[in-house]
């Protein structure tokens, strides 16, 4: 563990440099920074897994001093035979791509030119692995050019330089056996500074690490899950997806996921590659879900085994709600109905409706959900919410509800509420929970947020999982409990109200009352003596 926090801060630092030579030269909070970051850094990963496994199925290189001196004694045809023998999802890389390849040639000129070159050759190379669809069938290449980014031509060489100098002496390979949390906390790093939504469609970049995990392990629980498919139609950077997919195992499920901005997807690409599910980028579709769904079985949307979302929650999508209106498949995908346009304030349309109904629509017969909805969502009194909750509650198919602490996230104001959906939970009981009490509240730059200990987590996990009921946290419910409560999800309206009796004397209660009737008094008084003093006030404003 010791090894592992080390390596940690070696990673953050080095993610620490790459920033500070961007800023050195003019790029710091650039709108392009971030490109510039993640391909860096991701160039250096795929040169460090490539190392990995080709020692991995080579002795001789595995025992070698140093292995770039030795791969390099290779004939073209051992070369070629090497790599087919490496893991599939690893970057096929060329010798002339090693990174040290590179800083050996640093005094050349053009050294920019090189670096440019080598990144898009990589990404020609491994098109068919890491490629990002578009709706419309593009492929957005893994690398681009980077040093146009620099506006002065002069400083290009100098730029690249630095950018490639501090990946020489450091190395991911010790810990490419290490698992999700040590990943996550990397990823979690390296995009801090850019997953906010710059431009106002609907990427959710980051859901708060403890978030995600509730959501996985309850979805999954100790279960053992073979072959599935899971999905987030509003992916963002893939934070709820990496979750799910650990809990049930990277080789025992494919991700799917859709989003309408190119920044999520590049993003959510990165996840994938660090988390060792790199066979599933060809699922990434850059595009509008509820436009233009993707994935597909025939003519009919895809079914899912397991799905998880925290979807934009108020977005203007005035522009194509009437494409909505208008689709064959209105009826059923969008059954409760799609919310009208305000005269004002259109970037308040609750277009969350529209993907939880999307939800609901592409579970599998046995699938199961969960999704982020603002708490106001669980007892609404009519409407396209009264809707939902209706279908769910009348098809039997709600495991349960957890309401959230205040300020969970910290980019947002509104509570929150997960609901977990379960299509194979006819006849069971539902079971609801207010664990917005839970929590220790922090600063986080302007904002404040709630964060959860590890036994806060265990304890909402675990109290889900055992349906276990909890005096003023959690209760059991049936169906028709919750259909005689007009169809309400908020957990207090079911807790049993406590009434505490204490048992006291004739005298001690007679005194009680005359302590009581004395105050009475007192306040009467008062009240009449600042009613005097008012009206004398007003009298004189009279005359002035």
Not at 115 to 140: C, H, M, P, Q, W
Not at 432 to 447: H, I
Request: with cysteine.
């Amino acid at each position: 563990m010791a090894d592992t926090q080390v390596f940690i801060e070696q990673t953050k630092a080095l993610v620490d440099k790459l920033k500070s030579t961007c800023a050195q030269y003019g790029l710091g909070n650039d709108g392009n920074e971030y490109k510039i970051i993640v391909q860096i850094f991701l160039y250096k990963f795929l040169n460090d897994k490539f190392a990995y496994e080709v020692k991995q199925v080579d002795d001789r290189l595995k025992n070698a001093e140093n292995w770039e001196q030795e791969v390099n004694k290779y004939s073209d045809e051992q070369y070629r035979e090497l790599l087919f023998k490496i893991n599939p999802s690893s970057a096929q890389l060329k010798r002339e791509h090693y990174i040290s390849y590179l800083f050996s040639r640093q005094t050349q000129p053009e050294f920019a030119t090189l670096l440019d070159d080598t990144l898009r050759d990589i990404a020609i190379s491994n098109n068919d692995i890491f490629a990002v669809k578009t709706g419309k069938g593009e492929k957005i290449q893994l690398f681009e050019t980077i040093s146009n980014y620099i506006s002065d031509v002069s400083e290009r060489d100098n730029f690249a330089r630095a950018i490639i100098n501090p990946l020489i002496n450091f190395s991911f390979e010790k810990m490419f056996n290490q698992k999700f949390d040590f990943f996550a906390t990397i990823f979690e790093y390296l995009i801090q500074d850019y997953n906010k939504d710059g431009g106002g469609k609907y990427a959710e970049y980051f859901t708060p690490h403890s978030v995600a995990e509730i959501m996985a392990k309850v979805l999954v629980g100790d279960k053992d899950v073979r072959n599935v498919k899971c999905y987030d139609p509003s992916a963002g950077s893939g934070s709820l997806l990496m979750s799910l997919a650990h809990a049930i195992g990277e080789d025992k499920c494919t991700i799917y996921s859709q989003d309408i901005s190119q920044k999520s997807s590049t993003m959510l690409r990165l996840n994938l590659i660090l988390n060792n599910l790199v066979h599933s980028i060809a699922n990434i579709i850059q595009g509008n879900t509820l436009t233009n769904p993707e994935h597909k079985d025939g003519n009919n949307l895809k079914k899912f085994d397991y799905i998880v979302s925290n979807p934009p929650f108020k977005l203007d999508f005035s522009e194509y709600r009437a494409d909505l209106d208008t689709q064959a498949d209105k009826k059923e995908r969008f059954f409760a109905g799609i919310p009208k346009i305000p005269n004002k304030d259109k970037d308040k349309m609750a277009i969350y409706l529209c993907f939880l109904q999307h939800i609901m629509y592409s579970l599998a017969d046995n699938g199961k959900a969960a999704v982020v909805v603002p708490t106001g969502f669980i007892t609404a009194q009519s409407g396209i919410e009264k809707k939902i909750r209706e279908r769910l509650i009348d098809r039997e198919m709600l495991r349960g509800v957890v309401s959230m602490p205040s300020n969970i996230f910290a980019t947002t104001g509104t509570n929150v509420s997960v609901l977990f959906i379960d299509k194979e939970n006819k006849g069971g009981q539902v079971l609801l929970m207010d664990a917005s009490k839970l929590g220790t509240k922090v600063k986080d730059g302007k904002n404040q947020k709630t964060v959860l200990s590890v036994d806060e987590e265990n304890k909402i996990i675990e109290t889900f999982n055992k349906q276990e009921v909890v005096d003023d946290f959690s209760i059991l419910v049936s169906y028709e409990d919750i259909k005689n409560k007009n169809y309400s999800l908020s957990a207090g309206q079911y807790f049993d109200v406590k009434i505490e009796y204490v048992d006291i004397t004739a005298e001690e209660f007679e005194a009680k009352m005359n302590e009581y009737k004395s105050n009475l008094k007192e306040y009467f008084k008062q009240s009449h003596e600042l009613e005097d003093e008012i009206q004398k006030q007003l009298e004189l404003l009279k005359y002035e």
